[in-house]
């Protein structure tokens, strides 16, 4: 794929200069095992004793989503956005509908289906599935 060449060994994308912010926002994605909301970055930044602007960290985010090098995921309708580091690897998740926890499925319900288009031709590339329900503290 065109675009791993244009990320460092180190997950830093090229033509992007490092700065201590950046690099505070790239590390809390690159630790943490599930996606996490710009609030989630923020919070685990100023835990860390260094300190950012929220808004500075979307910034960051939309500017790591543009180089690949972060994956942005819209989860309830939209109205709330993930971001985890992208490790090229294929994942859905389940959203809890109260306390918005993210779950990582296992599987992918797409495996065996084989999309149908009438008239259509159509090569399918992904597909985005959004699974929403309630986890086991909240059932
Ligand atoms: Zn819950
Ligand atoms: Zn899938």
Redesign the pocket.
Known sequence: MNRLKKIKDDGWPAGVKKTKQRESVLAVLKNSDKPLSAMDIYSKIEKNGSSAWLSTVYRILELMVKKGVVIKTNIMNSEMAVYEFNRFKHKHYAV?M??N?IIIMDNCPMDKFIPQFKDEEFSVIGHNIEIFG??K??K
Request: glycine share 0%; charged share 40%; aromatic share 12%.
């Open positions: 809890c109260r306390c926890k309630f986890c503290d909240c």
